[in-house]
């Protein structure tokens, strides 16, 4: 688990907005609702739907993190995740940085990163550009425009059409999971056997 902790870092939000509202991380696909997608041509679908300030959401993370990832980086599952930003400015902030992350290869790791030093209450100040630029050091990321890209909010414009894709989608709570389109019941979200049991009838090997 990744925790920083800074001194004397601001807790006032960065408010700029990005100069170019068309502008999307590379690896977001238009075809799959604009969503950070990740193994395109992988036979089963997986469907993320999530805000990074969300509690449920770092819920499902301590349960299935691990696993997810261990079948993405296996190539297992396509998956697309979906930042939304609902609960407040910093989702947006958050969901700008970890499209950011995206550009340097680091997006699940930047991912992992943000649920782990996810704040106890929401939109409390703790997520900035300064943090988040911080937060993407630590998790190796190297590329020099990733500083400027966070700060920036260059993807400002993303976000907003994700929260709009959304809603055409009907979902409305997170996290929300569908795997090859199907809804897959809540009820298997915080229970990781239930979770891989579903994804593996689904043909996940």
């Known amino acids: ?30 075809a799959d609702g604009y ?21 449920n959401c770092r819920n499902f993370e301590a349960v299935n ?35 950011c992350s995206a550009d340097a290869g680091k997006f699940l790791e930047f991912h992992t990163a943000l649920y782990a030093n996810q704040s106890k209450t929401e939109n409390s100040g703790l997520w900035n550009a300064q943090v988040l630029t911080v937060l993407g050091i630590g998790v190796g990321i190297k590329d020099k425009n990733f500083a400027s890209c966070v700060k920036s909010s260059k993807y400002e414009g993303w976000v907003s059409t994700i929260e709009t894709d959304a809603t055409k989608q009907g ?5 929300t999971v569908f795997v090859n ?12 056997k239930k979770f891989a049991a579903y994804l593996e009838a689904a043909g996940v090997k």
């Open 1 to 30: 688990v990744l925790v920083v902790v800074l001194a004397g870092v601001g807790a006032s939000l960065f408010s700029s907005h990005s100069t170019n509202s068309a502008a999307k991380p590379v690896l977001a696909s238009k």
């Open 35 to 55: 969503g950070i997608t990740i193994n395109p041509t992988a036979k089963v679908k997986v469907d993320f739907w999530e805000d990074f300030q969300c509690p």
């Open 65 to 99: 993190n691990a696993y997810v990832n261990s079948l993405v980086k296996a190539g297992k599952i396509k998956a697309v995740f979906h930042p939304m930003s609902f609960i407040g400015p910093e989702s947006i902030l958050a969901a700008n940085a970890a499209g």
């Open 171 to 175: 979902v409305n709570s997170t996290p």
């Open 181 to 192: 389109g199907k809804l897959m019941p809540t009820e298997n979200y915080l229970d990781n």
